[in-house]
């Protein structure tokens, strides 16, 4: 399952220009969740529930789409809330 993040603003990525996000939840692997988990608390996350932590999120969204934890964190607030909305549905069995 793919889920499309219409982002409120372009962003550029590399050379690529971005209209909309693609986060490709059908790619992901328990490998990648746990290096995400690794990262988050290498970041200094210390949420018992990482499944509540929007480090978390942000890296787990980084492991699914062209961008890197560092161009999430940097997305605008309403787009930044819009994909760690999308990875919290997912990991709750919701997306």
């Not at 499309?4 to 790619?27: A, Q």
């Not at 999120?57 to 999308?86: E, M, P, Q, R």
């Amino acid at each position: 399952m793919a889920k499309i993040i219409k982002l409120s603003e372009t962003i550029t990525v590399g050379n690529e220009t971005l209209h909309e996000l693609e986060l490709d939840f059908n790619s992901l692997r328990g490998l990648d969740l746990l290096e995400a988990e690794k990262e988050a608390r290498a970041l200094g996350d210390e949420s018992v529930m990482l499944t509540l932590s929007m480090t978390y999120h942000a890296a787990v969204a980084a492991k699914i789409s062209v961008l890197s934890y560092d161009d999430v964190i940097n997305l605008k607030g309403d787009d930044f809330t819009k994909v760690t909305n999308a990875v919290f549905a997912f990991l709750m069995g919701k997306g």
